[in-house]
């Protein structure tokens, strides 16, 4: 069954669960919604939010919110720097996995890292948050 379903951020999403939630269902694909009154609608398929094999579901964004023009914002050099070359860690750590907080001058928490992502993480902080004077002082 195709139905629209809530999302996280508070748009409107296509369902798919079932039989219907095969790979055929790509983005960019016209589909048919039903609501809850019966009504139908034709949609298009978006970005795919989740999927679950197990369960037969998929969860898409509208194709409105796809097709929507995105403003382009060039980061600044230090940011793309550390962009570009991405750890081989993938930067998602764990309490477990030997990764530990680095910190502002000030103790504040800034990143979780390991030796081979704690360069591209602490790229993106501007050199003064690390040494110096305590802010406000």
């Not at 602490?122 to 050199?127: D, E, G, M, Q, S």
Request: hydrophobic share 40%; glycine share 10%; net charge positive.
């Amino acid at each position: 069954m195709i139905s629209w379903t809530k999302l996280r951020d508070g748009s409107w999403g296509i369902r798919i669960d079932g039989a219907s939630a095969s790979a055929a269902h790509v983005p960019g694909a016209t589909v048919t919604v039903v609501r809850r009154d019966g009504t139908v609608k034709d949609a298009v398929l978006g970005r795919l939010v989740f999927e679950s094999l197990e369960e037969g579901l998929a969860v898409f964004a509208t194709g409105a919110a796809v097709q929507a023009p995105e403003r382009a914002i060039e980061a600044p050099p230090r940011v793309r720097a550390a962009r570009a070359g991405a750890p081989a860690c993938g930067g998602q750590h764990t309490k477990t996995d030997g990764s530990w907080w680095e910190n502002d001058r000030q103790g504040i928490p800034l990143a979780r890292v390991c030796a081979a992502c704690r360069a591209v993480k602490l790229a993106k902080f501007r050199p003064e948050v690390f040494a110096g004077e305590p802010y406000g002082e």
